[in-house]
């Protein structure tokens, strides 16, 4: 049996990337290494995941939002949660929006005035979530679809033809006519697809860790930059911290009691004792992409395709809007009726957004550095997040508000994720973007757009209905992956319209 798509790995990408694909039709296997997707770390403390706009724009569309939003379960219940409850920061009177290297900025300095094409939405700009249960609920609503998820079977190996790809995996051989390599930082697909990972070297290695101690109070709760370090302690055993060695213990040496008690003492400048290490990690600030997103018939998402270090919190929305993007692209191709090019610009649109991450997370890494001028550089930092300006603009980045995609068009919400305009009746444009098709809205409930519609009429889907609010357009032509192709102004432009249509959906009639 042949697959249209297998997909390697069974994290957030690969699952999400499995739905996508299976809501446009296809057959897809995905194989995962680990037998149990369970872990300690993907759940509360460390498996807490704050979700930026894109991507929660992204499950509010495909109609998974109040699943993955769903309140906190039973504390010990395995998969606790969507959004956790009692995060440190409900503690404080401002209520903060996010951080830059952990300088916070706050919700009440944010000026959404800034965001002209952002409607008011369910989708809101930022949620966290526990990993353990976000995956669970994307395995449940993958295997509803009909996506087959083998686990205990990690892929070794491949071989493509100009037809299809072999994948070996353990003992056993699978055929797909794609593969998608989801597999995470240390992507065997990457590796076996020989794919270059070009980027920059560690500086530091980072720790994440619970600890028992006997004299906790030699810690001050909150972040901390020192002379030697950072630390982050979050009472009443939950340490972050960041040691720059260059990288050189991540991986190398066993995790001990007696190697945190060093580093937790030399960073925090305490002469701290600890007592027991029931959970460590560590991770580092190595920050590498793949040149390309596609050699033949595979492809990368996710960490596969980009790893940088955790403390910028976006790689998981970074892997996630790569498979919101490659999902419709990758469907259309073997489907047959993607225009030329549409599999491209997947890299074209994904690989700056993901050089644009990398650097954000380079540029936290410079202001961490335990030296003079990154202090100084961080007092900088301190005064321009607290004006209105500063917080909107970290708000922007840190929320993925600022995210447009270079699709030409004349008008500047091409690019941009779609408002969700509301419609007379109650609907709102989210809504009307469930199975994952092209839209067309036509406010003004003209002929001429919805004859333009109808020679897409198996692709696109045509609703006429003045909104609420349609700022000043006429109509718009949405993506199956949310993004604006082309928004009318009063009077529309219709070539132009077509144009978009034939871009992103190809020839009108072939299907
Ligand atoms: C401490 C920490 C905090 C973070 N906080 C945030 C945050 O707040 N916001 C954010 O956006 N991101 C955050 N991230 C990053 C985020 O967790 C990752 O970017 C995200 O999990 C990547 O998802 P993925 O599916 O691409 O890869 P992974 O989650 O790594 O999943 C890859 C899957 O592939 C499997 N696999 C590996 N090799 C193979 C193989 N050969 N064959 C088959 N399966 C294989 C693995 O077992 C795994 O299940 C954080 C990361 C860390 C470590």
């Known amino acids: 049996m042949i697959h249209d798509v297998v997909i390697a790995g069974a994290g957030p990408v690969g699952l999400f990337l499995a739905c996508e694909l299976r809501l446009a039709g296809l ?4 194989l995962e290494q680990t037998e149990d997707p369970r872990s300690p770390l993907k759940r509360l403390p460390f498996g807490m995941r704050g979700l930026s706009a894109p991507t929660i724009e992204a499950f509010y569309r495909r109609g998974m939002l109040n699943d993955i939003a769903a309140p906190p379960r039973a504390k010990d219940a395995p998969g606790v949660g969507g959004a956790p409850a009692g995060a440190h920061w409900m503690q404080q009177a401002r209520r903060p929006g996010g951080h830059f290297a952990g300088i916070q900025f706050y919700q ?8 002209p094409y952002r409607l008011p939405s369910p989708a809101g700009t930022n949620m966290p979530v526990e990993l353990e249960y976000l995956e669970s609920v994307l395995a449940a609503r993958a295997t509803a679809m009909g996506v087959e998820i083998r686990r205990g079977l990690g892929v070794d190996d491949f071989k493509q033809s100009d037809e299809e790809v072999s994948i070996q995996a353990g003992a056993e051989t699978f055929r797909g006519r794609w593969l998608v390599g989801c597999d995470g930082g240390r992507s065997t697909v990457r590796k076996a697809g020989g794919f270059e990972f070009a980027g920059t070297d560690p500086e530091f290695t980072g720790y994440s860790v619970e600890v028992g101690m006997a004299d906790p109070e030699k810690l001050r709760p909150g972040r901390h930059y020192t002379a030697t370090g950072m630390y982050t302690y979050q009472q009443p055993g939950t340490i972050a911290m960041v040691d720059f060695d260059g990288g050189a213990f991540h991986r190398t040496q066993s995790i001990t009691l007696e190697h945190v008690q060093a580093v937790l003492r030399r960073v925090s400048c305490t002469d701290v004792t600890v007592t027991a290490l029931p959970l460590a990690t560590t991770w580092t600030d190595r920050a590498h992409q793949a040149t390309a997103y596609r050699k033949g018939r595979v492809l990368l998402a996710g960490d596969a395709a980009h790893i940088h270090s955790p403390l910028g919190g976006q790689g998981l929305n970074l892997g996630l809007g790569d498979a919101m993007n490659l999902g419709w692209k990758l469907a259309a191709t073997i489907r047959g009726d993607a225009p030329a090019g549409l599999l491209d610009s997947y890299l074209g649109e994904r690989h700056p957004e993901g050089a644009r991450v990398l650097d954000w997370s380079r540029a936290q890494v410079g202001l961490m550095r335990p030296s003079r001028s990154s202090r100084a550089l961080e007092a900088i930092i301190r005064d321009l997040i607290d004006t209105r300006d500063g917080a909107t603009y ?71 209905s003045d909104a609420r609010d349609r700022l000043g357009l006429s109509g718009v032509l949405v993506r199956p992956d949310g993004f604006v192709a082309w928004a009318g102004e009063a009077t529309p432009d219709l070539e132009e319209a077509a144009q978009a249509a034939s871009r992103w959906f190809g020839e009108p009639g072939v299907v």
């Open 108 to 115: 009440d300095n944010i000026d959404p005035s800034k965001w």
């Open 394 to 464: 970290f708000a922007e980045r840190v929320w993925g508000v600022s995210l447009r995609y270079d699709l030409g068009g004349s008008h500047p919400l091409v690019g941009r994720s779609a408002p969700d305009f509301e419609l007379l009746d109650g609907t709102r444009l989210g809504a009307l973007l469930g199975k994952g098709r092209g839209l067309l809205l036509d406010f003004d409930v003209r002929a001429p757009l919805q004859t333009l519609a109808s020679r897409w009429n198996d692709r696109i889907t045509y609703v006429a």
């Open 27 to 30: 057959s897809v296997l995905v």
